[in-house]
C-alpha cells in the first residue's frame, strides 16, 4: 500500500516566487521520519530537509523549509524565492520503526522554474 | 572522500544474461540500500543491509540478489535478467536511518535489457 502520497505531478513556478510542494503520509507508527530529496535532470538524488516525528518545530534549510502538520499527516516542502537551478523532480520519503527505518518514496513532483 | 560510486554506470543486457552492479562507499556507513526508479513511481526499495554480512529484502527482490562481504561494498546481481529490469538503480549508504541521518545517494546506474 502506498504510504507515501504526492499528488502534484508537475507544478510551474515563476522565478522568485515561493512554491509549496504536497506530500502526505499513512502510518500509525509514532516514530516516524520524513524527508525530502531533490533530482535534478542529471539523475543524482540530493538530501534536502529532515523532519522528525516528535521534532516540535518545523525544519528549517536555507530556502527550503517543511510545512509539518502532525495531525493532517502533512509534510509540505516549501521553496522561497525560486531559482532556476531548483527545476527539479522532489521526492518525499518516510521512515517508521515499524517498516525497520526504511526509506518509503513518493512518485515525486516535478517542478519548472520560468524565469 | 568519493561518497558512493556506482559501476558501471550504463548496461545493455540480454534477455537471459547475468551481471552485477557495484557499489561502494568510502564514509564507513552500516547501512546500505539497492533501489530501482521506473518512470512514474519513485524509488523502491530492491535489498538493503544493515552491516557486513548481512542483507535483506527489501520492497521489490525478486529476480535480484545481494552481497555484503565488505563493509564499504554492496554488490547487486541478476541471475537471469528480464526485460522488466530495465530501470535505473541507485544505491545509498548512511551511517543510521535513525535521527535523521539522510541517505548518501550514487550516481546510478542506467540498464537496459533487450
Known amino acids: 500500500a502506498q504510504k507515501i502520497t504526492q499528488t502534484q505531478p508537475g507544478m510551474f513556478v515563476q522565478e522568485k516566487e515561493a512554491v509549496t510542494l504536497d506530500c502526505t503520509y499513512d502510518?500509525?507508527?509514532?516514530?516516524?521520519?520524513l524527508f525530502w530529496y531533490k533530482q535534478p535532470s542529471s539523475g543524482e538524488m540530493i538530501f534536502l530537509i529532515y523532519?522528525?516525528?516528535?521534532?516540535?518545530q518545523n525544519a528549517t534549510e536555507g530556502r527550503y523549509s517543511l510545512n509539518f502538520q502532525k495531525a493532517r499527516k502533512s509534510a509540505n516542502l516549501v521553496i522561497s524565492a525560486s531559482q532556476l537551478g531548483d527545476s527539479a523532480m522532489y521526492f518525499c520519503a518516510m521512515i517508521r520503526r515499524s517498516n525497520d527505518y526504511k526509506l518509503s518514496f513518493g512518485a515525486g513532483t516535478t517542478v519548472t522554474v520560468r524565469a | 572522500n568519493a561518497g558512493v560510486t556506482q559501476t558501471p554506470k550504463f548496461r545493455v543486457l540480454k534477455t537471459g544474461q547475468s551481471m552485477t552492479l557495484l557499489c561502494a562507499q568510502d564514509m564507513n556507513h552500516e547501512y546500505m540500500y539497492w533501489y530501482r526508479q521506473d518512470p512514474g513511481m519513485g524509488l523502491r526499495l530492491i535489498h538493503y543491509?544493515?552491516?557486513?554480512?548481512?542483507?535483506a529484502k527489501g520492497e521489490v527482490p525478486d529476480g535480484y540478489n545481494v552481497s555484503r562481504l565488505k563493509k564499504q561494498n554492496f554488490l547487486l546481481g541478476l541471475e537471469s535478467a528480464a526485460p522488466s529490469q530495465t530501470s535505473v538503480y541507485f544505491c545509498?549508504?548512511?551511517?543510521?536511518?535513525?535521527?535523521?541521518?539522510?541517505?548518501?545517494f550514487g550516481p546510478g546506474t542506467r540498464l537496459t535489457v533487450l
Open positions: 523532519q522528525g516525528s516528535y521534532d516540535q
Open positions: 545509498a549508504s548512511s551511517y543510521s536511518p535513525l535521527a535523521g541521518n539522510e541517505q548518501f
Open positions: 543491509s544493515v552491516g557486513e554480512g548481512t542483507t
Open positions: 502510518t500509525s507508527d509514532p516514530s516516524y521520519g
